[in-house]
């Protein structure tokens, strides 16, 4: 547990055109968020003209990132004023709360958040995001600990000590995000196991982030 106990952390999700990505992490680092993952997404636009030209579908960049509470307050306010999200068509920012955060020192939580607590929540989603040819390792080990499977996305990161530079390029190093949902009796389980088969703690290795899921359909 962090030595100040768990303070509450949100999840920050920016959903933006492409290209838009990294320059949302660099603002947002300069409000306090130590760092971001970005994946890509495709939104689709109804318009008969764009359609005709073959333009409807739209390539956007999800960009995830975490932050005590009053800070990820304070960088989406700042994000919006940046890029002025309140327009249309300028992208979409959120946040959710995030039970509990494995593998980051900064902002470490073991125990989940008694403010989030569990709820009426049944199941939980525990999203890791490892080094690109990580993510069989993640699901090997929550198969081990009773997961059913998971999900496998591609994408990038940049965090404090991650990006390199290139003819002063910054060079984002390849992420993977394992998306796992998990009834919440098991999911300290799964998380340990995660935890300690890739090695979480050590810098560089990973982080773990677990949110409550209010709701599902199709879990079998």
């Known amino acids: 547990m962090h030595p100040e106990g768990c303070r509450e952390f949100e999840l920050i999700c920016v959903i933006v055109n492409f290209g838009m990505g990294s320059k949302i992490i660099k603002h947002a680092k300069q409000h306090g968020v130590t760092g971001g993952t970005i994946f890509l997404g495709k939104g689709t636009i109804r318009n008969t003209l764009l359609a005709f030209l073959e333009l409807n579908e739209v390539r956007r960049e999800i960009v995830v990132m975490a932050a005590e ?13 940046k890029f002025r999200f309140d327009k249309a068509n300028r992208g979409i920012v959120f946040s959710t709360g995030i039970v509990s ?18 709820g009426d929540a049944m199941h939980q989603a525990i999203m890791v995001i490892v080094d690109r040819g990580k993510a069989e390792e993640v699901i090997e080990a929550a198969t081990e600990a009773g997961s059913r ?5 591609n994408a990038r990161g940049s965090g404090i000590h991650e990006t390199s530079t290139l003819f002063a390029m910054e060079i984002e190093p390849e992420k993977e995000i394992v998306l796992i949902i998990s009834e919440n009796h098991q999911t300290k389980a799964i998380a340990a196991t995660i935890r300690e088969k890739l090695h979480i703690d050590e810098p560089g290795n990973g982080i773990i982030f677990i949110q409550n899921v209010t709701q599902t359909f199709g879990l079998h």
């Open 69 to 81: 509470k009053t800070t990820a307050r304070e960088a989406m306010q700042q994000l919006n004023d």
């Open 149 to 153: 499977g998971g999900t496998i996305i």
């Open 101 to 118: 955060v494995l593998g980051a020192e900064m902002l470490a939580c073991d125990q989940p958040n008694e403010s989030e607590g569990m």
